[in-house]
């Protein structure tokens, strides 16, 4: 199993719409999870932080499930703006060595 | 501003040469990061640093070295050794263990 995966799409979706994006990992022991935003050509952004069961921010929801190991990330009422690369980010790894791990990223695209 | 920078932006090797990559931080974190990305791709972890003078191999070492004498500094060189190594290369920094990174511009380094 890899340590963080995410179903990379594309996500074609209509403005308006609400989108989830799903992330597994496999070390049980990590304590925090990011997920980042990347557009094209450009480095990763931090979108939102979770530290317990969940984070909430204007049309940006995320949520934690420990006990299936894995994190969600919801978006409502879609703009074109939202169109990019969504990266779920696990620091410690497996055996919590301290690295962050990255997932291969989840495409979204926003049709209007 | 607080902030990472990396230079050169853009980065042309022959083949056969050894280049280095800058990455400078003044957020005061103990943690540095080098990621490689490939289109289309997620981040690679290629090495990362918790601390001065202390270093460790990511998932995609072969061929990369790194050096830790500052605090502020992380450089990356990539050797002769390394087959492809046009991508492009993001370096990051955090307070480990379990705070969010945030990332330089990063730099495209294209083989000719």
């Known amino acids: 199993r890899k340590e963080v995966e995410q179903d990379p799409g594309p996500f074609n979706v209509p403005e308006g719409a609400t989108v989830a994006f799903n992330c597994t990992y496999s070390?049980?022991?990590?304590?925090?999870f990011f997920w980042y935003r990347q557009d094209c050509r450009k480095e990763p952004k931090l979108l939102m932080s979770?530290?317990?069961s969940g984070n909430e921010d204007g049309r940006f929801t995320a949520q934690l499930n420990r006990a299936s190991q894995y994190i969600s990330l919801l978006i409502r009422d879609s703009k074109l703006s939202d169109s990019a690369t969504y990266l779920c980010?696990?620091?410690?790894?497996?055996?919590?060595?301290?690295?962050?791990?990255f997932g291969q990223g989840t495409t979204l695209q926003v049709k209007p | 501003d607080g902030g990472i920078t990396q230079s050169p932006k853009y980065l042309f090797r022959k083949e056969g040469q050894n280049v280095t990559l800058s990455c400078e931080q003044n957020?005061?974190?103990?943690?540095m990061y080098w990621y490689r990305q490939d289109p289309g791709q997620g981040l690679r972890l290629i090495y990362y640093s918790q601390i001065v003078n202390d270093f460790q191999k990511g998932d995609i070492a072969e061929g990369y070295s790194v050096s830790r004498e500052k605090k502020e500094s992380f450089p990356l060189t990539v050797t002769s050794a390394q087959k492809n190594p046009t991508a492009f290369y993001l370096c990051?920094?955090?307070?480990?263990?379990?705070?969010?990174?945030?990332f330089g511009q990063g730099t495209r380094l294209t083989v000719v």
């Open positions: 980010v696990v620091p410690g790894g497996s055996g919590n060595t301290g690295k962050l791990i």
């Open positions: 957020l005061n974190h103990d943690a």
């Open positions: 990051a920094s955090s307070m480990p263990p379990i705070k969010e990174a945030f």
């Open positions: 979770v530290y317990s």
């Open positions: 070390n049980s022991a990590s304590q925090s």
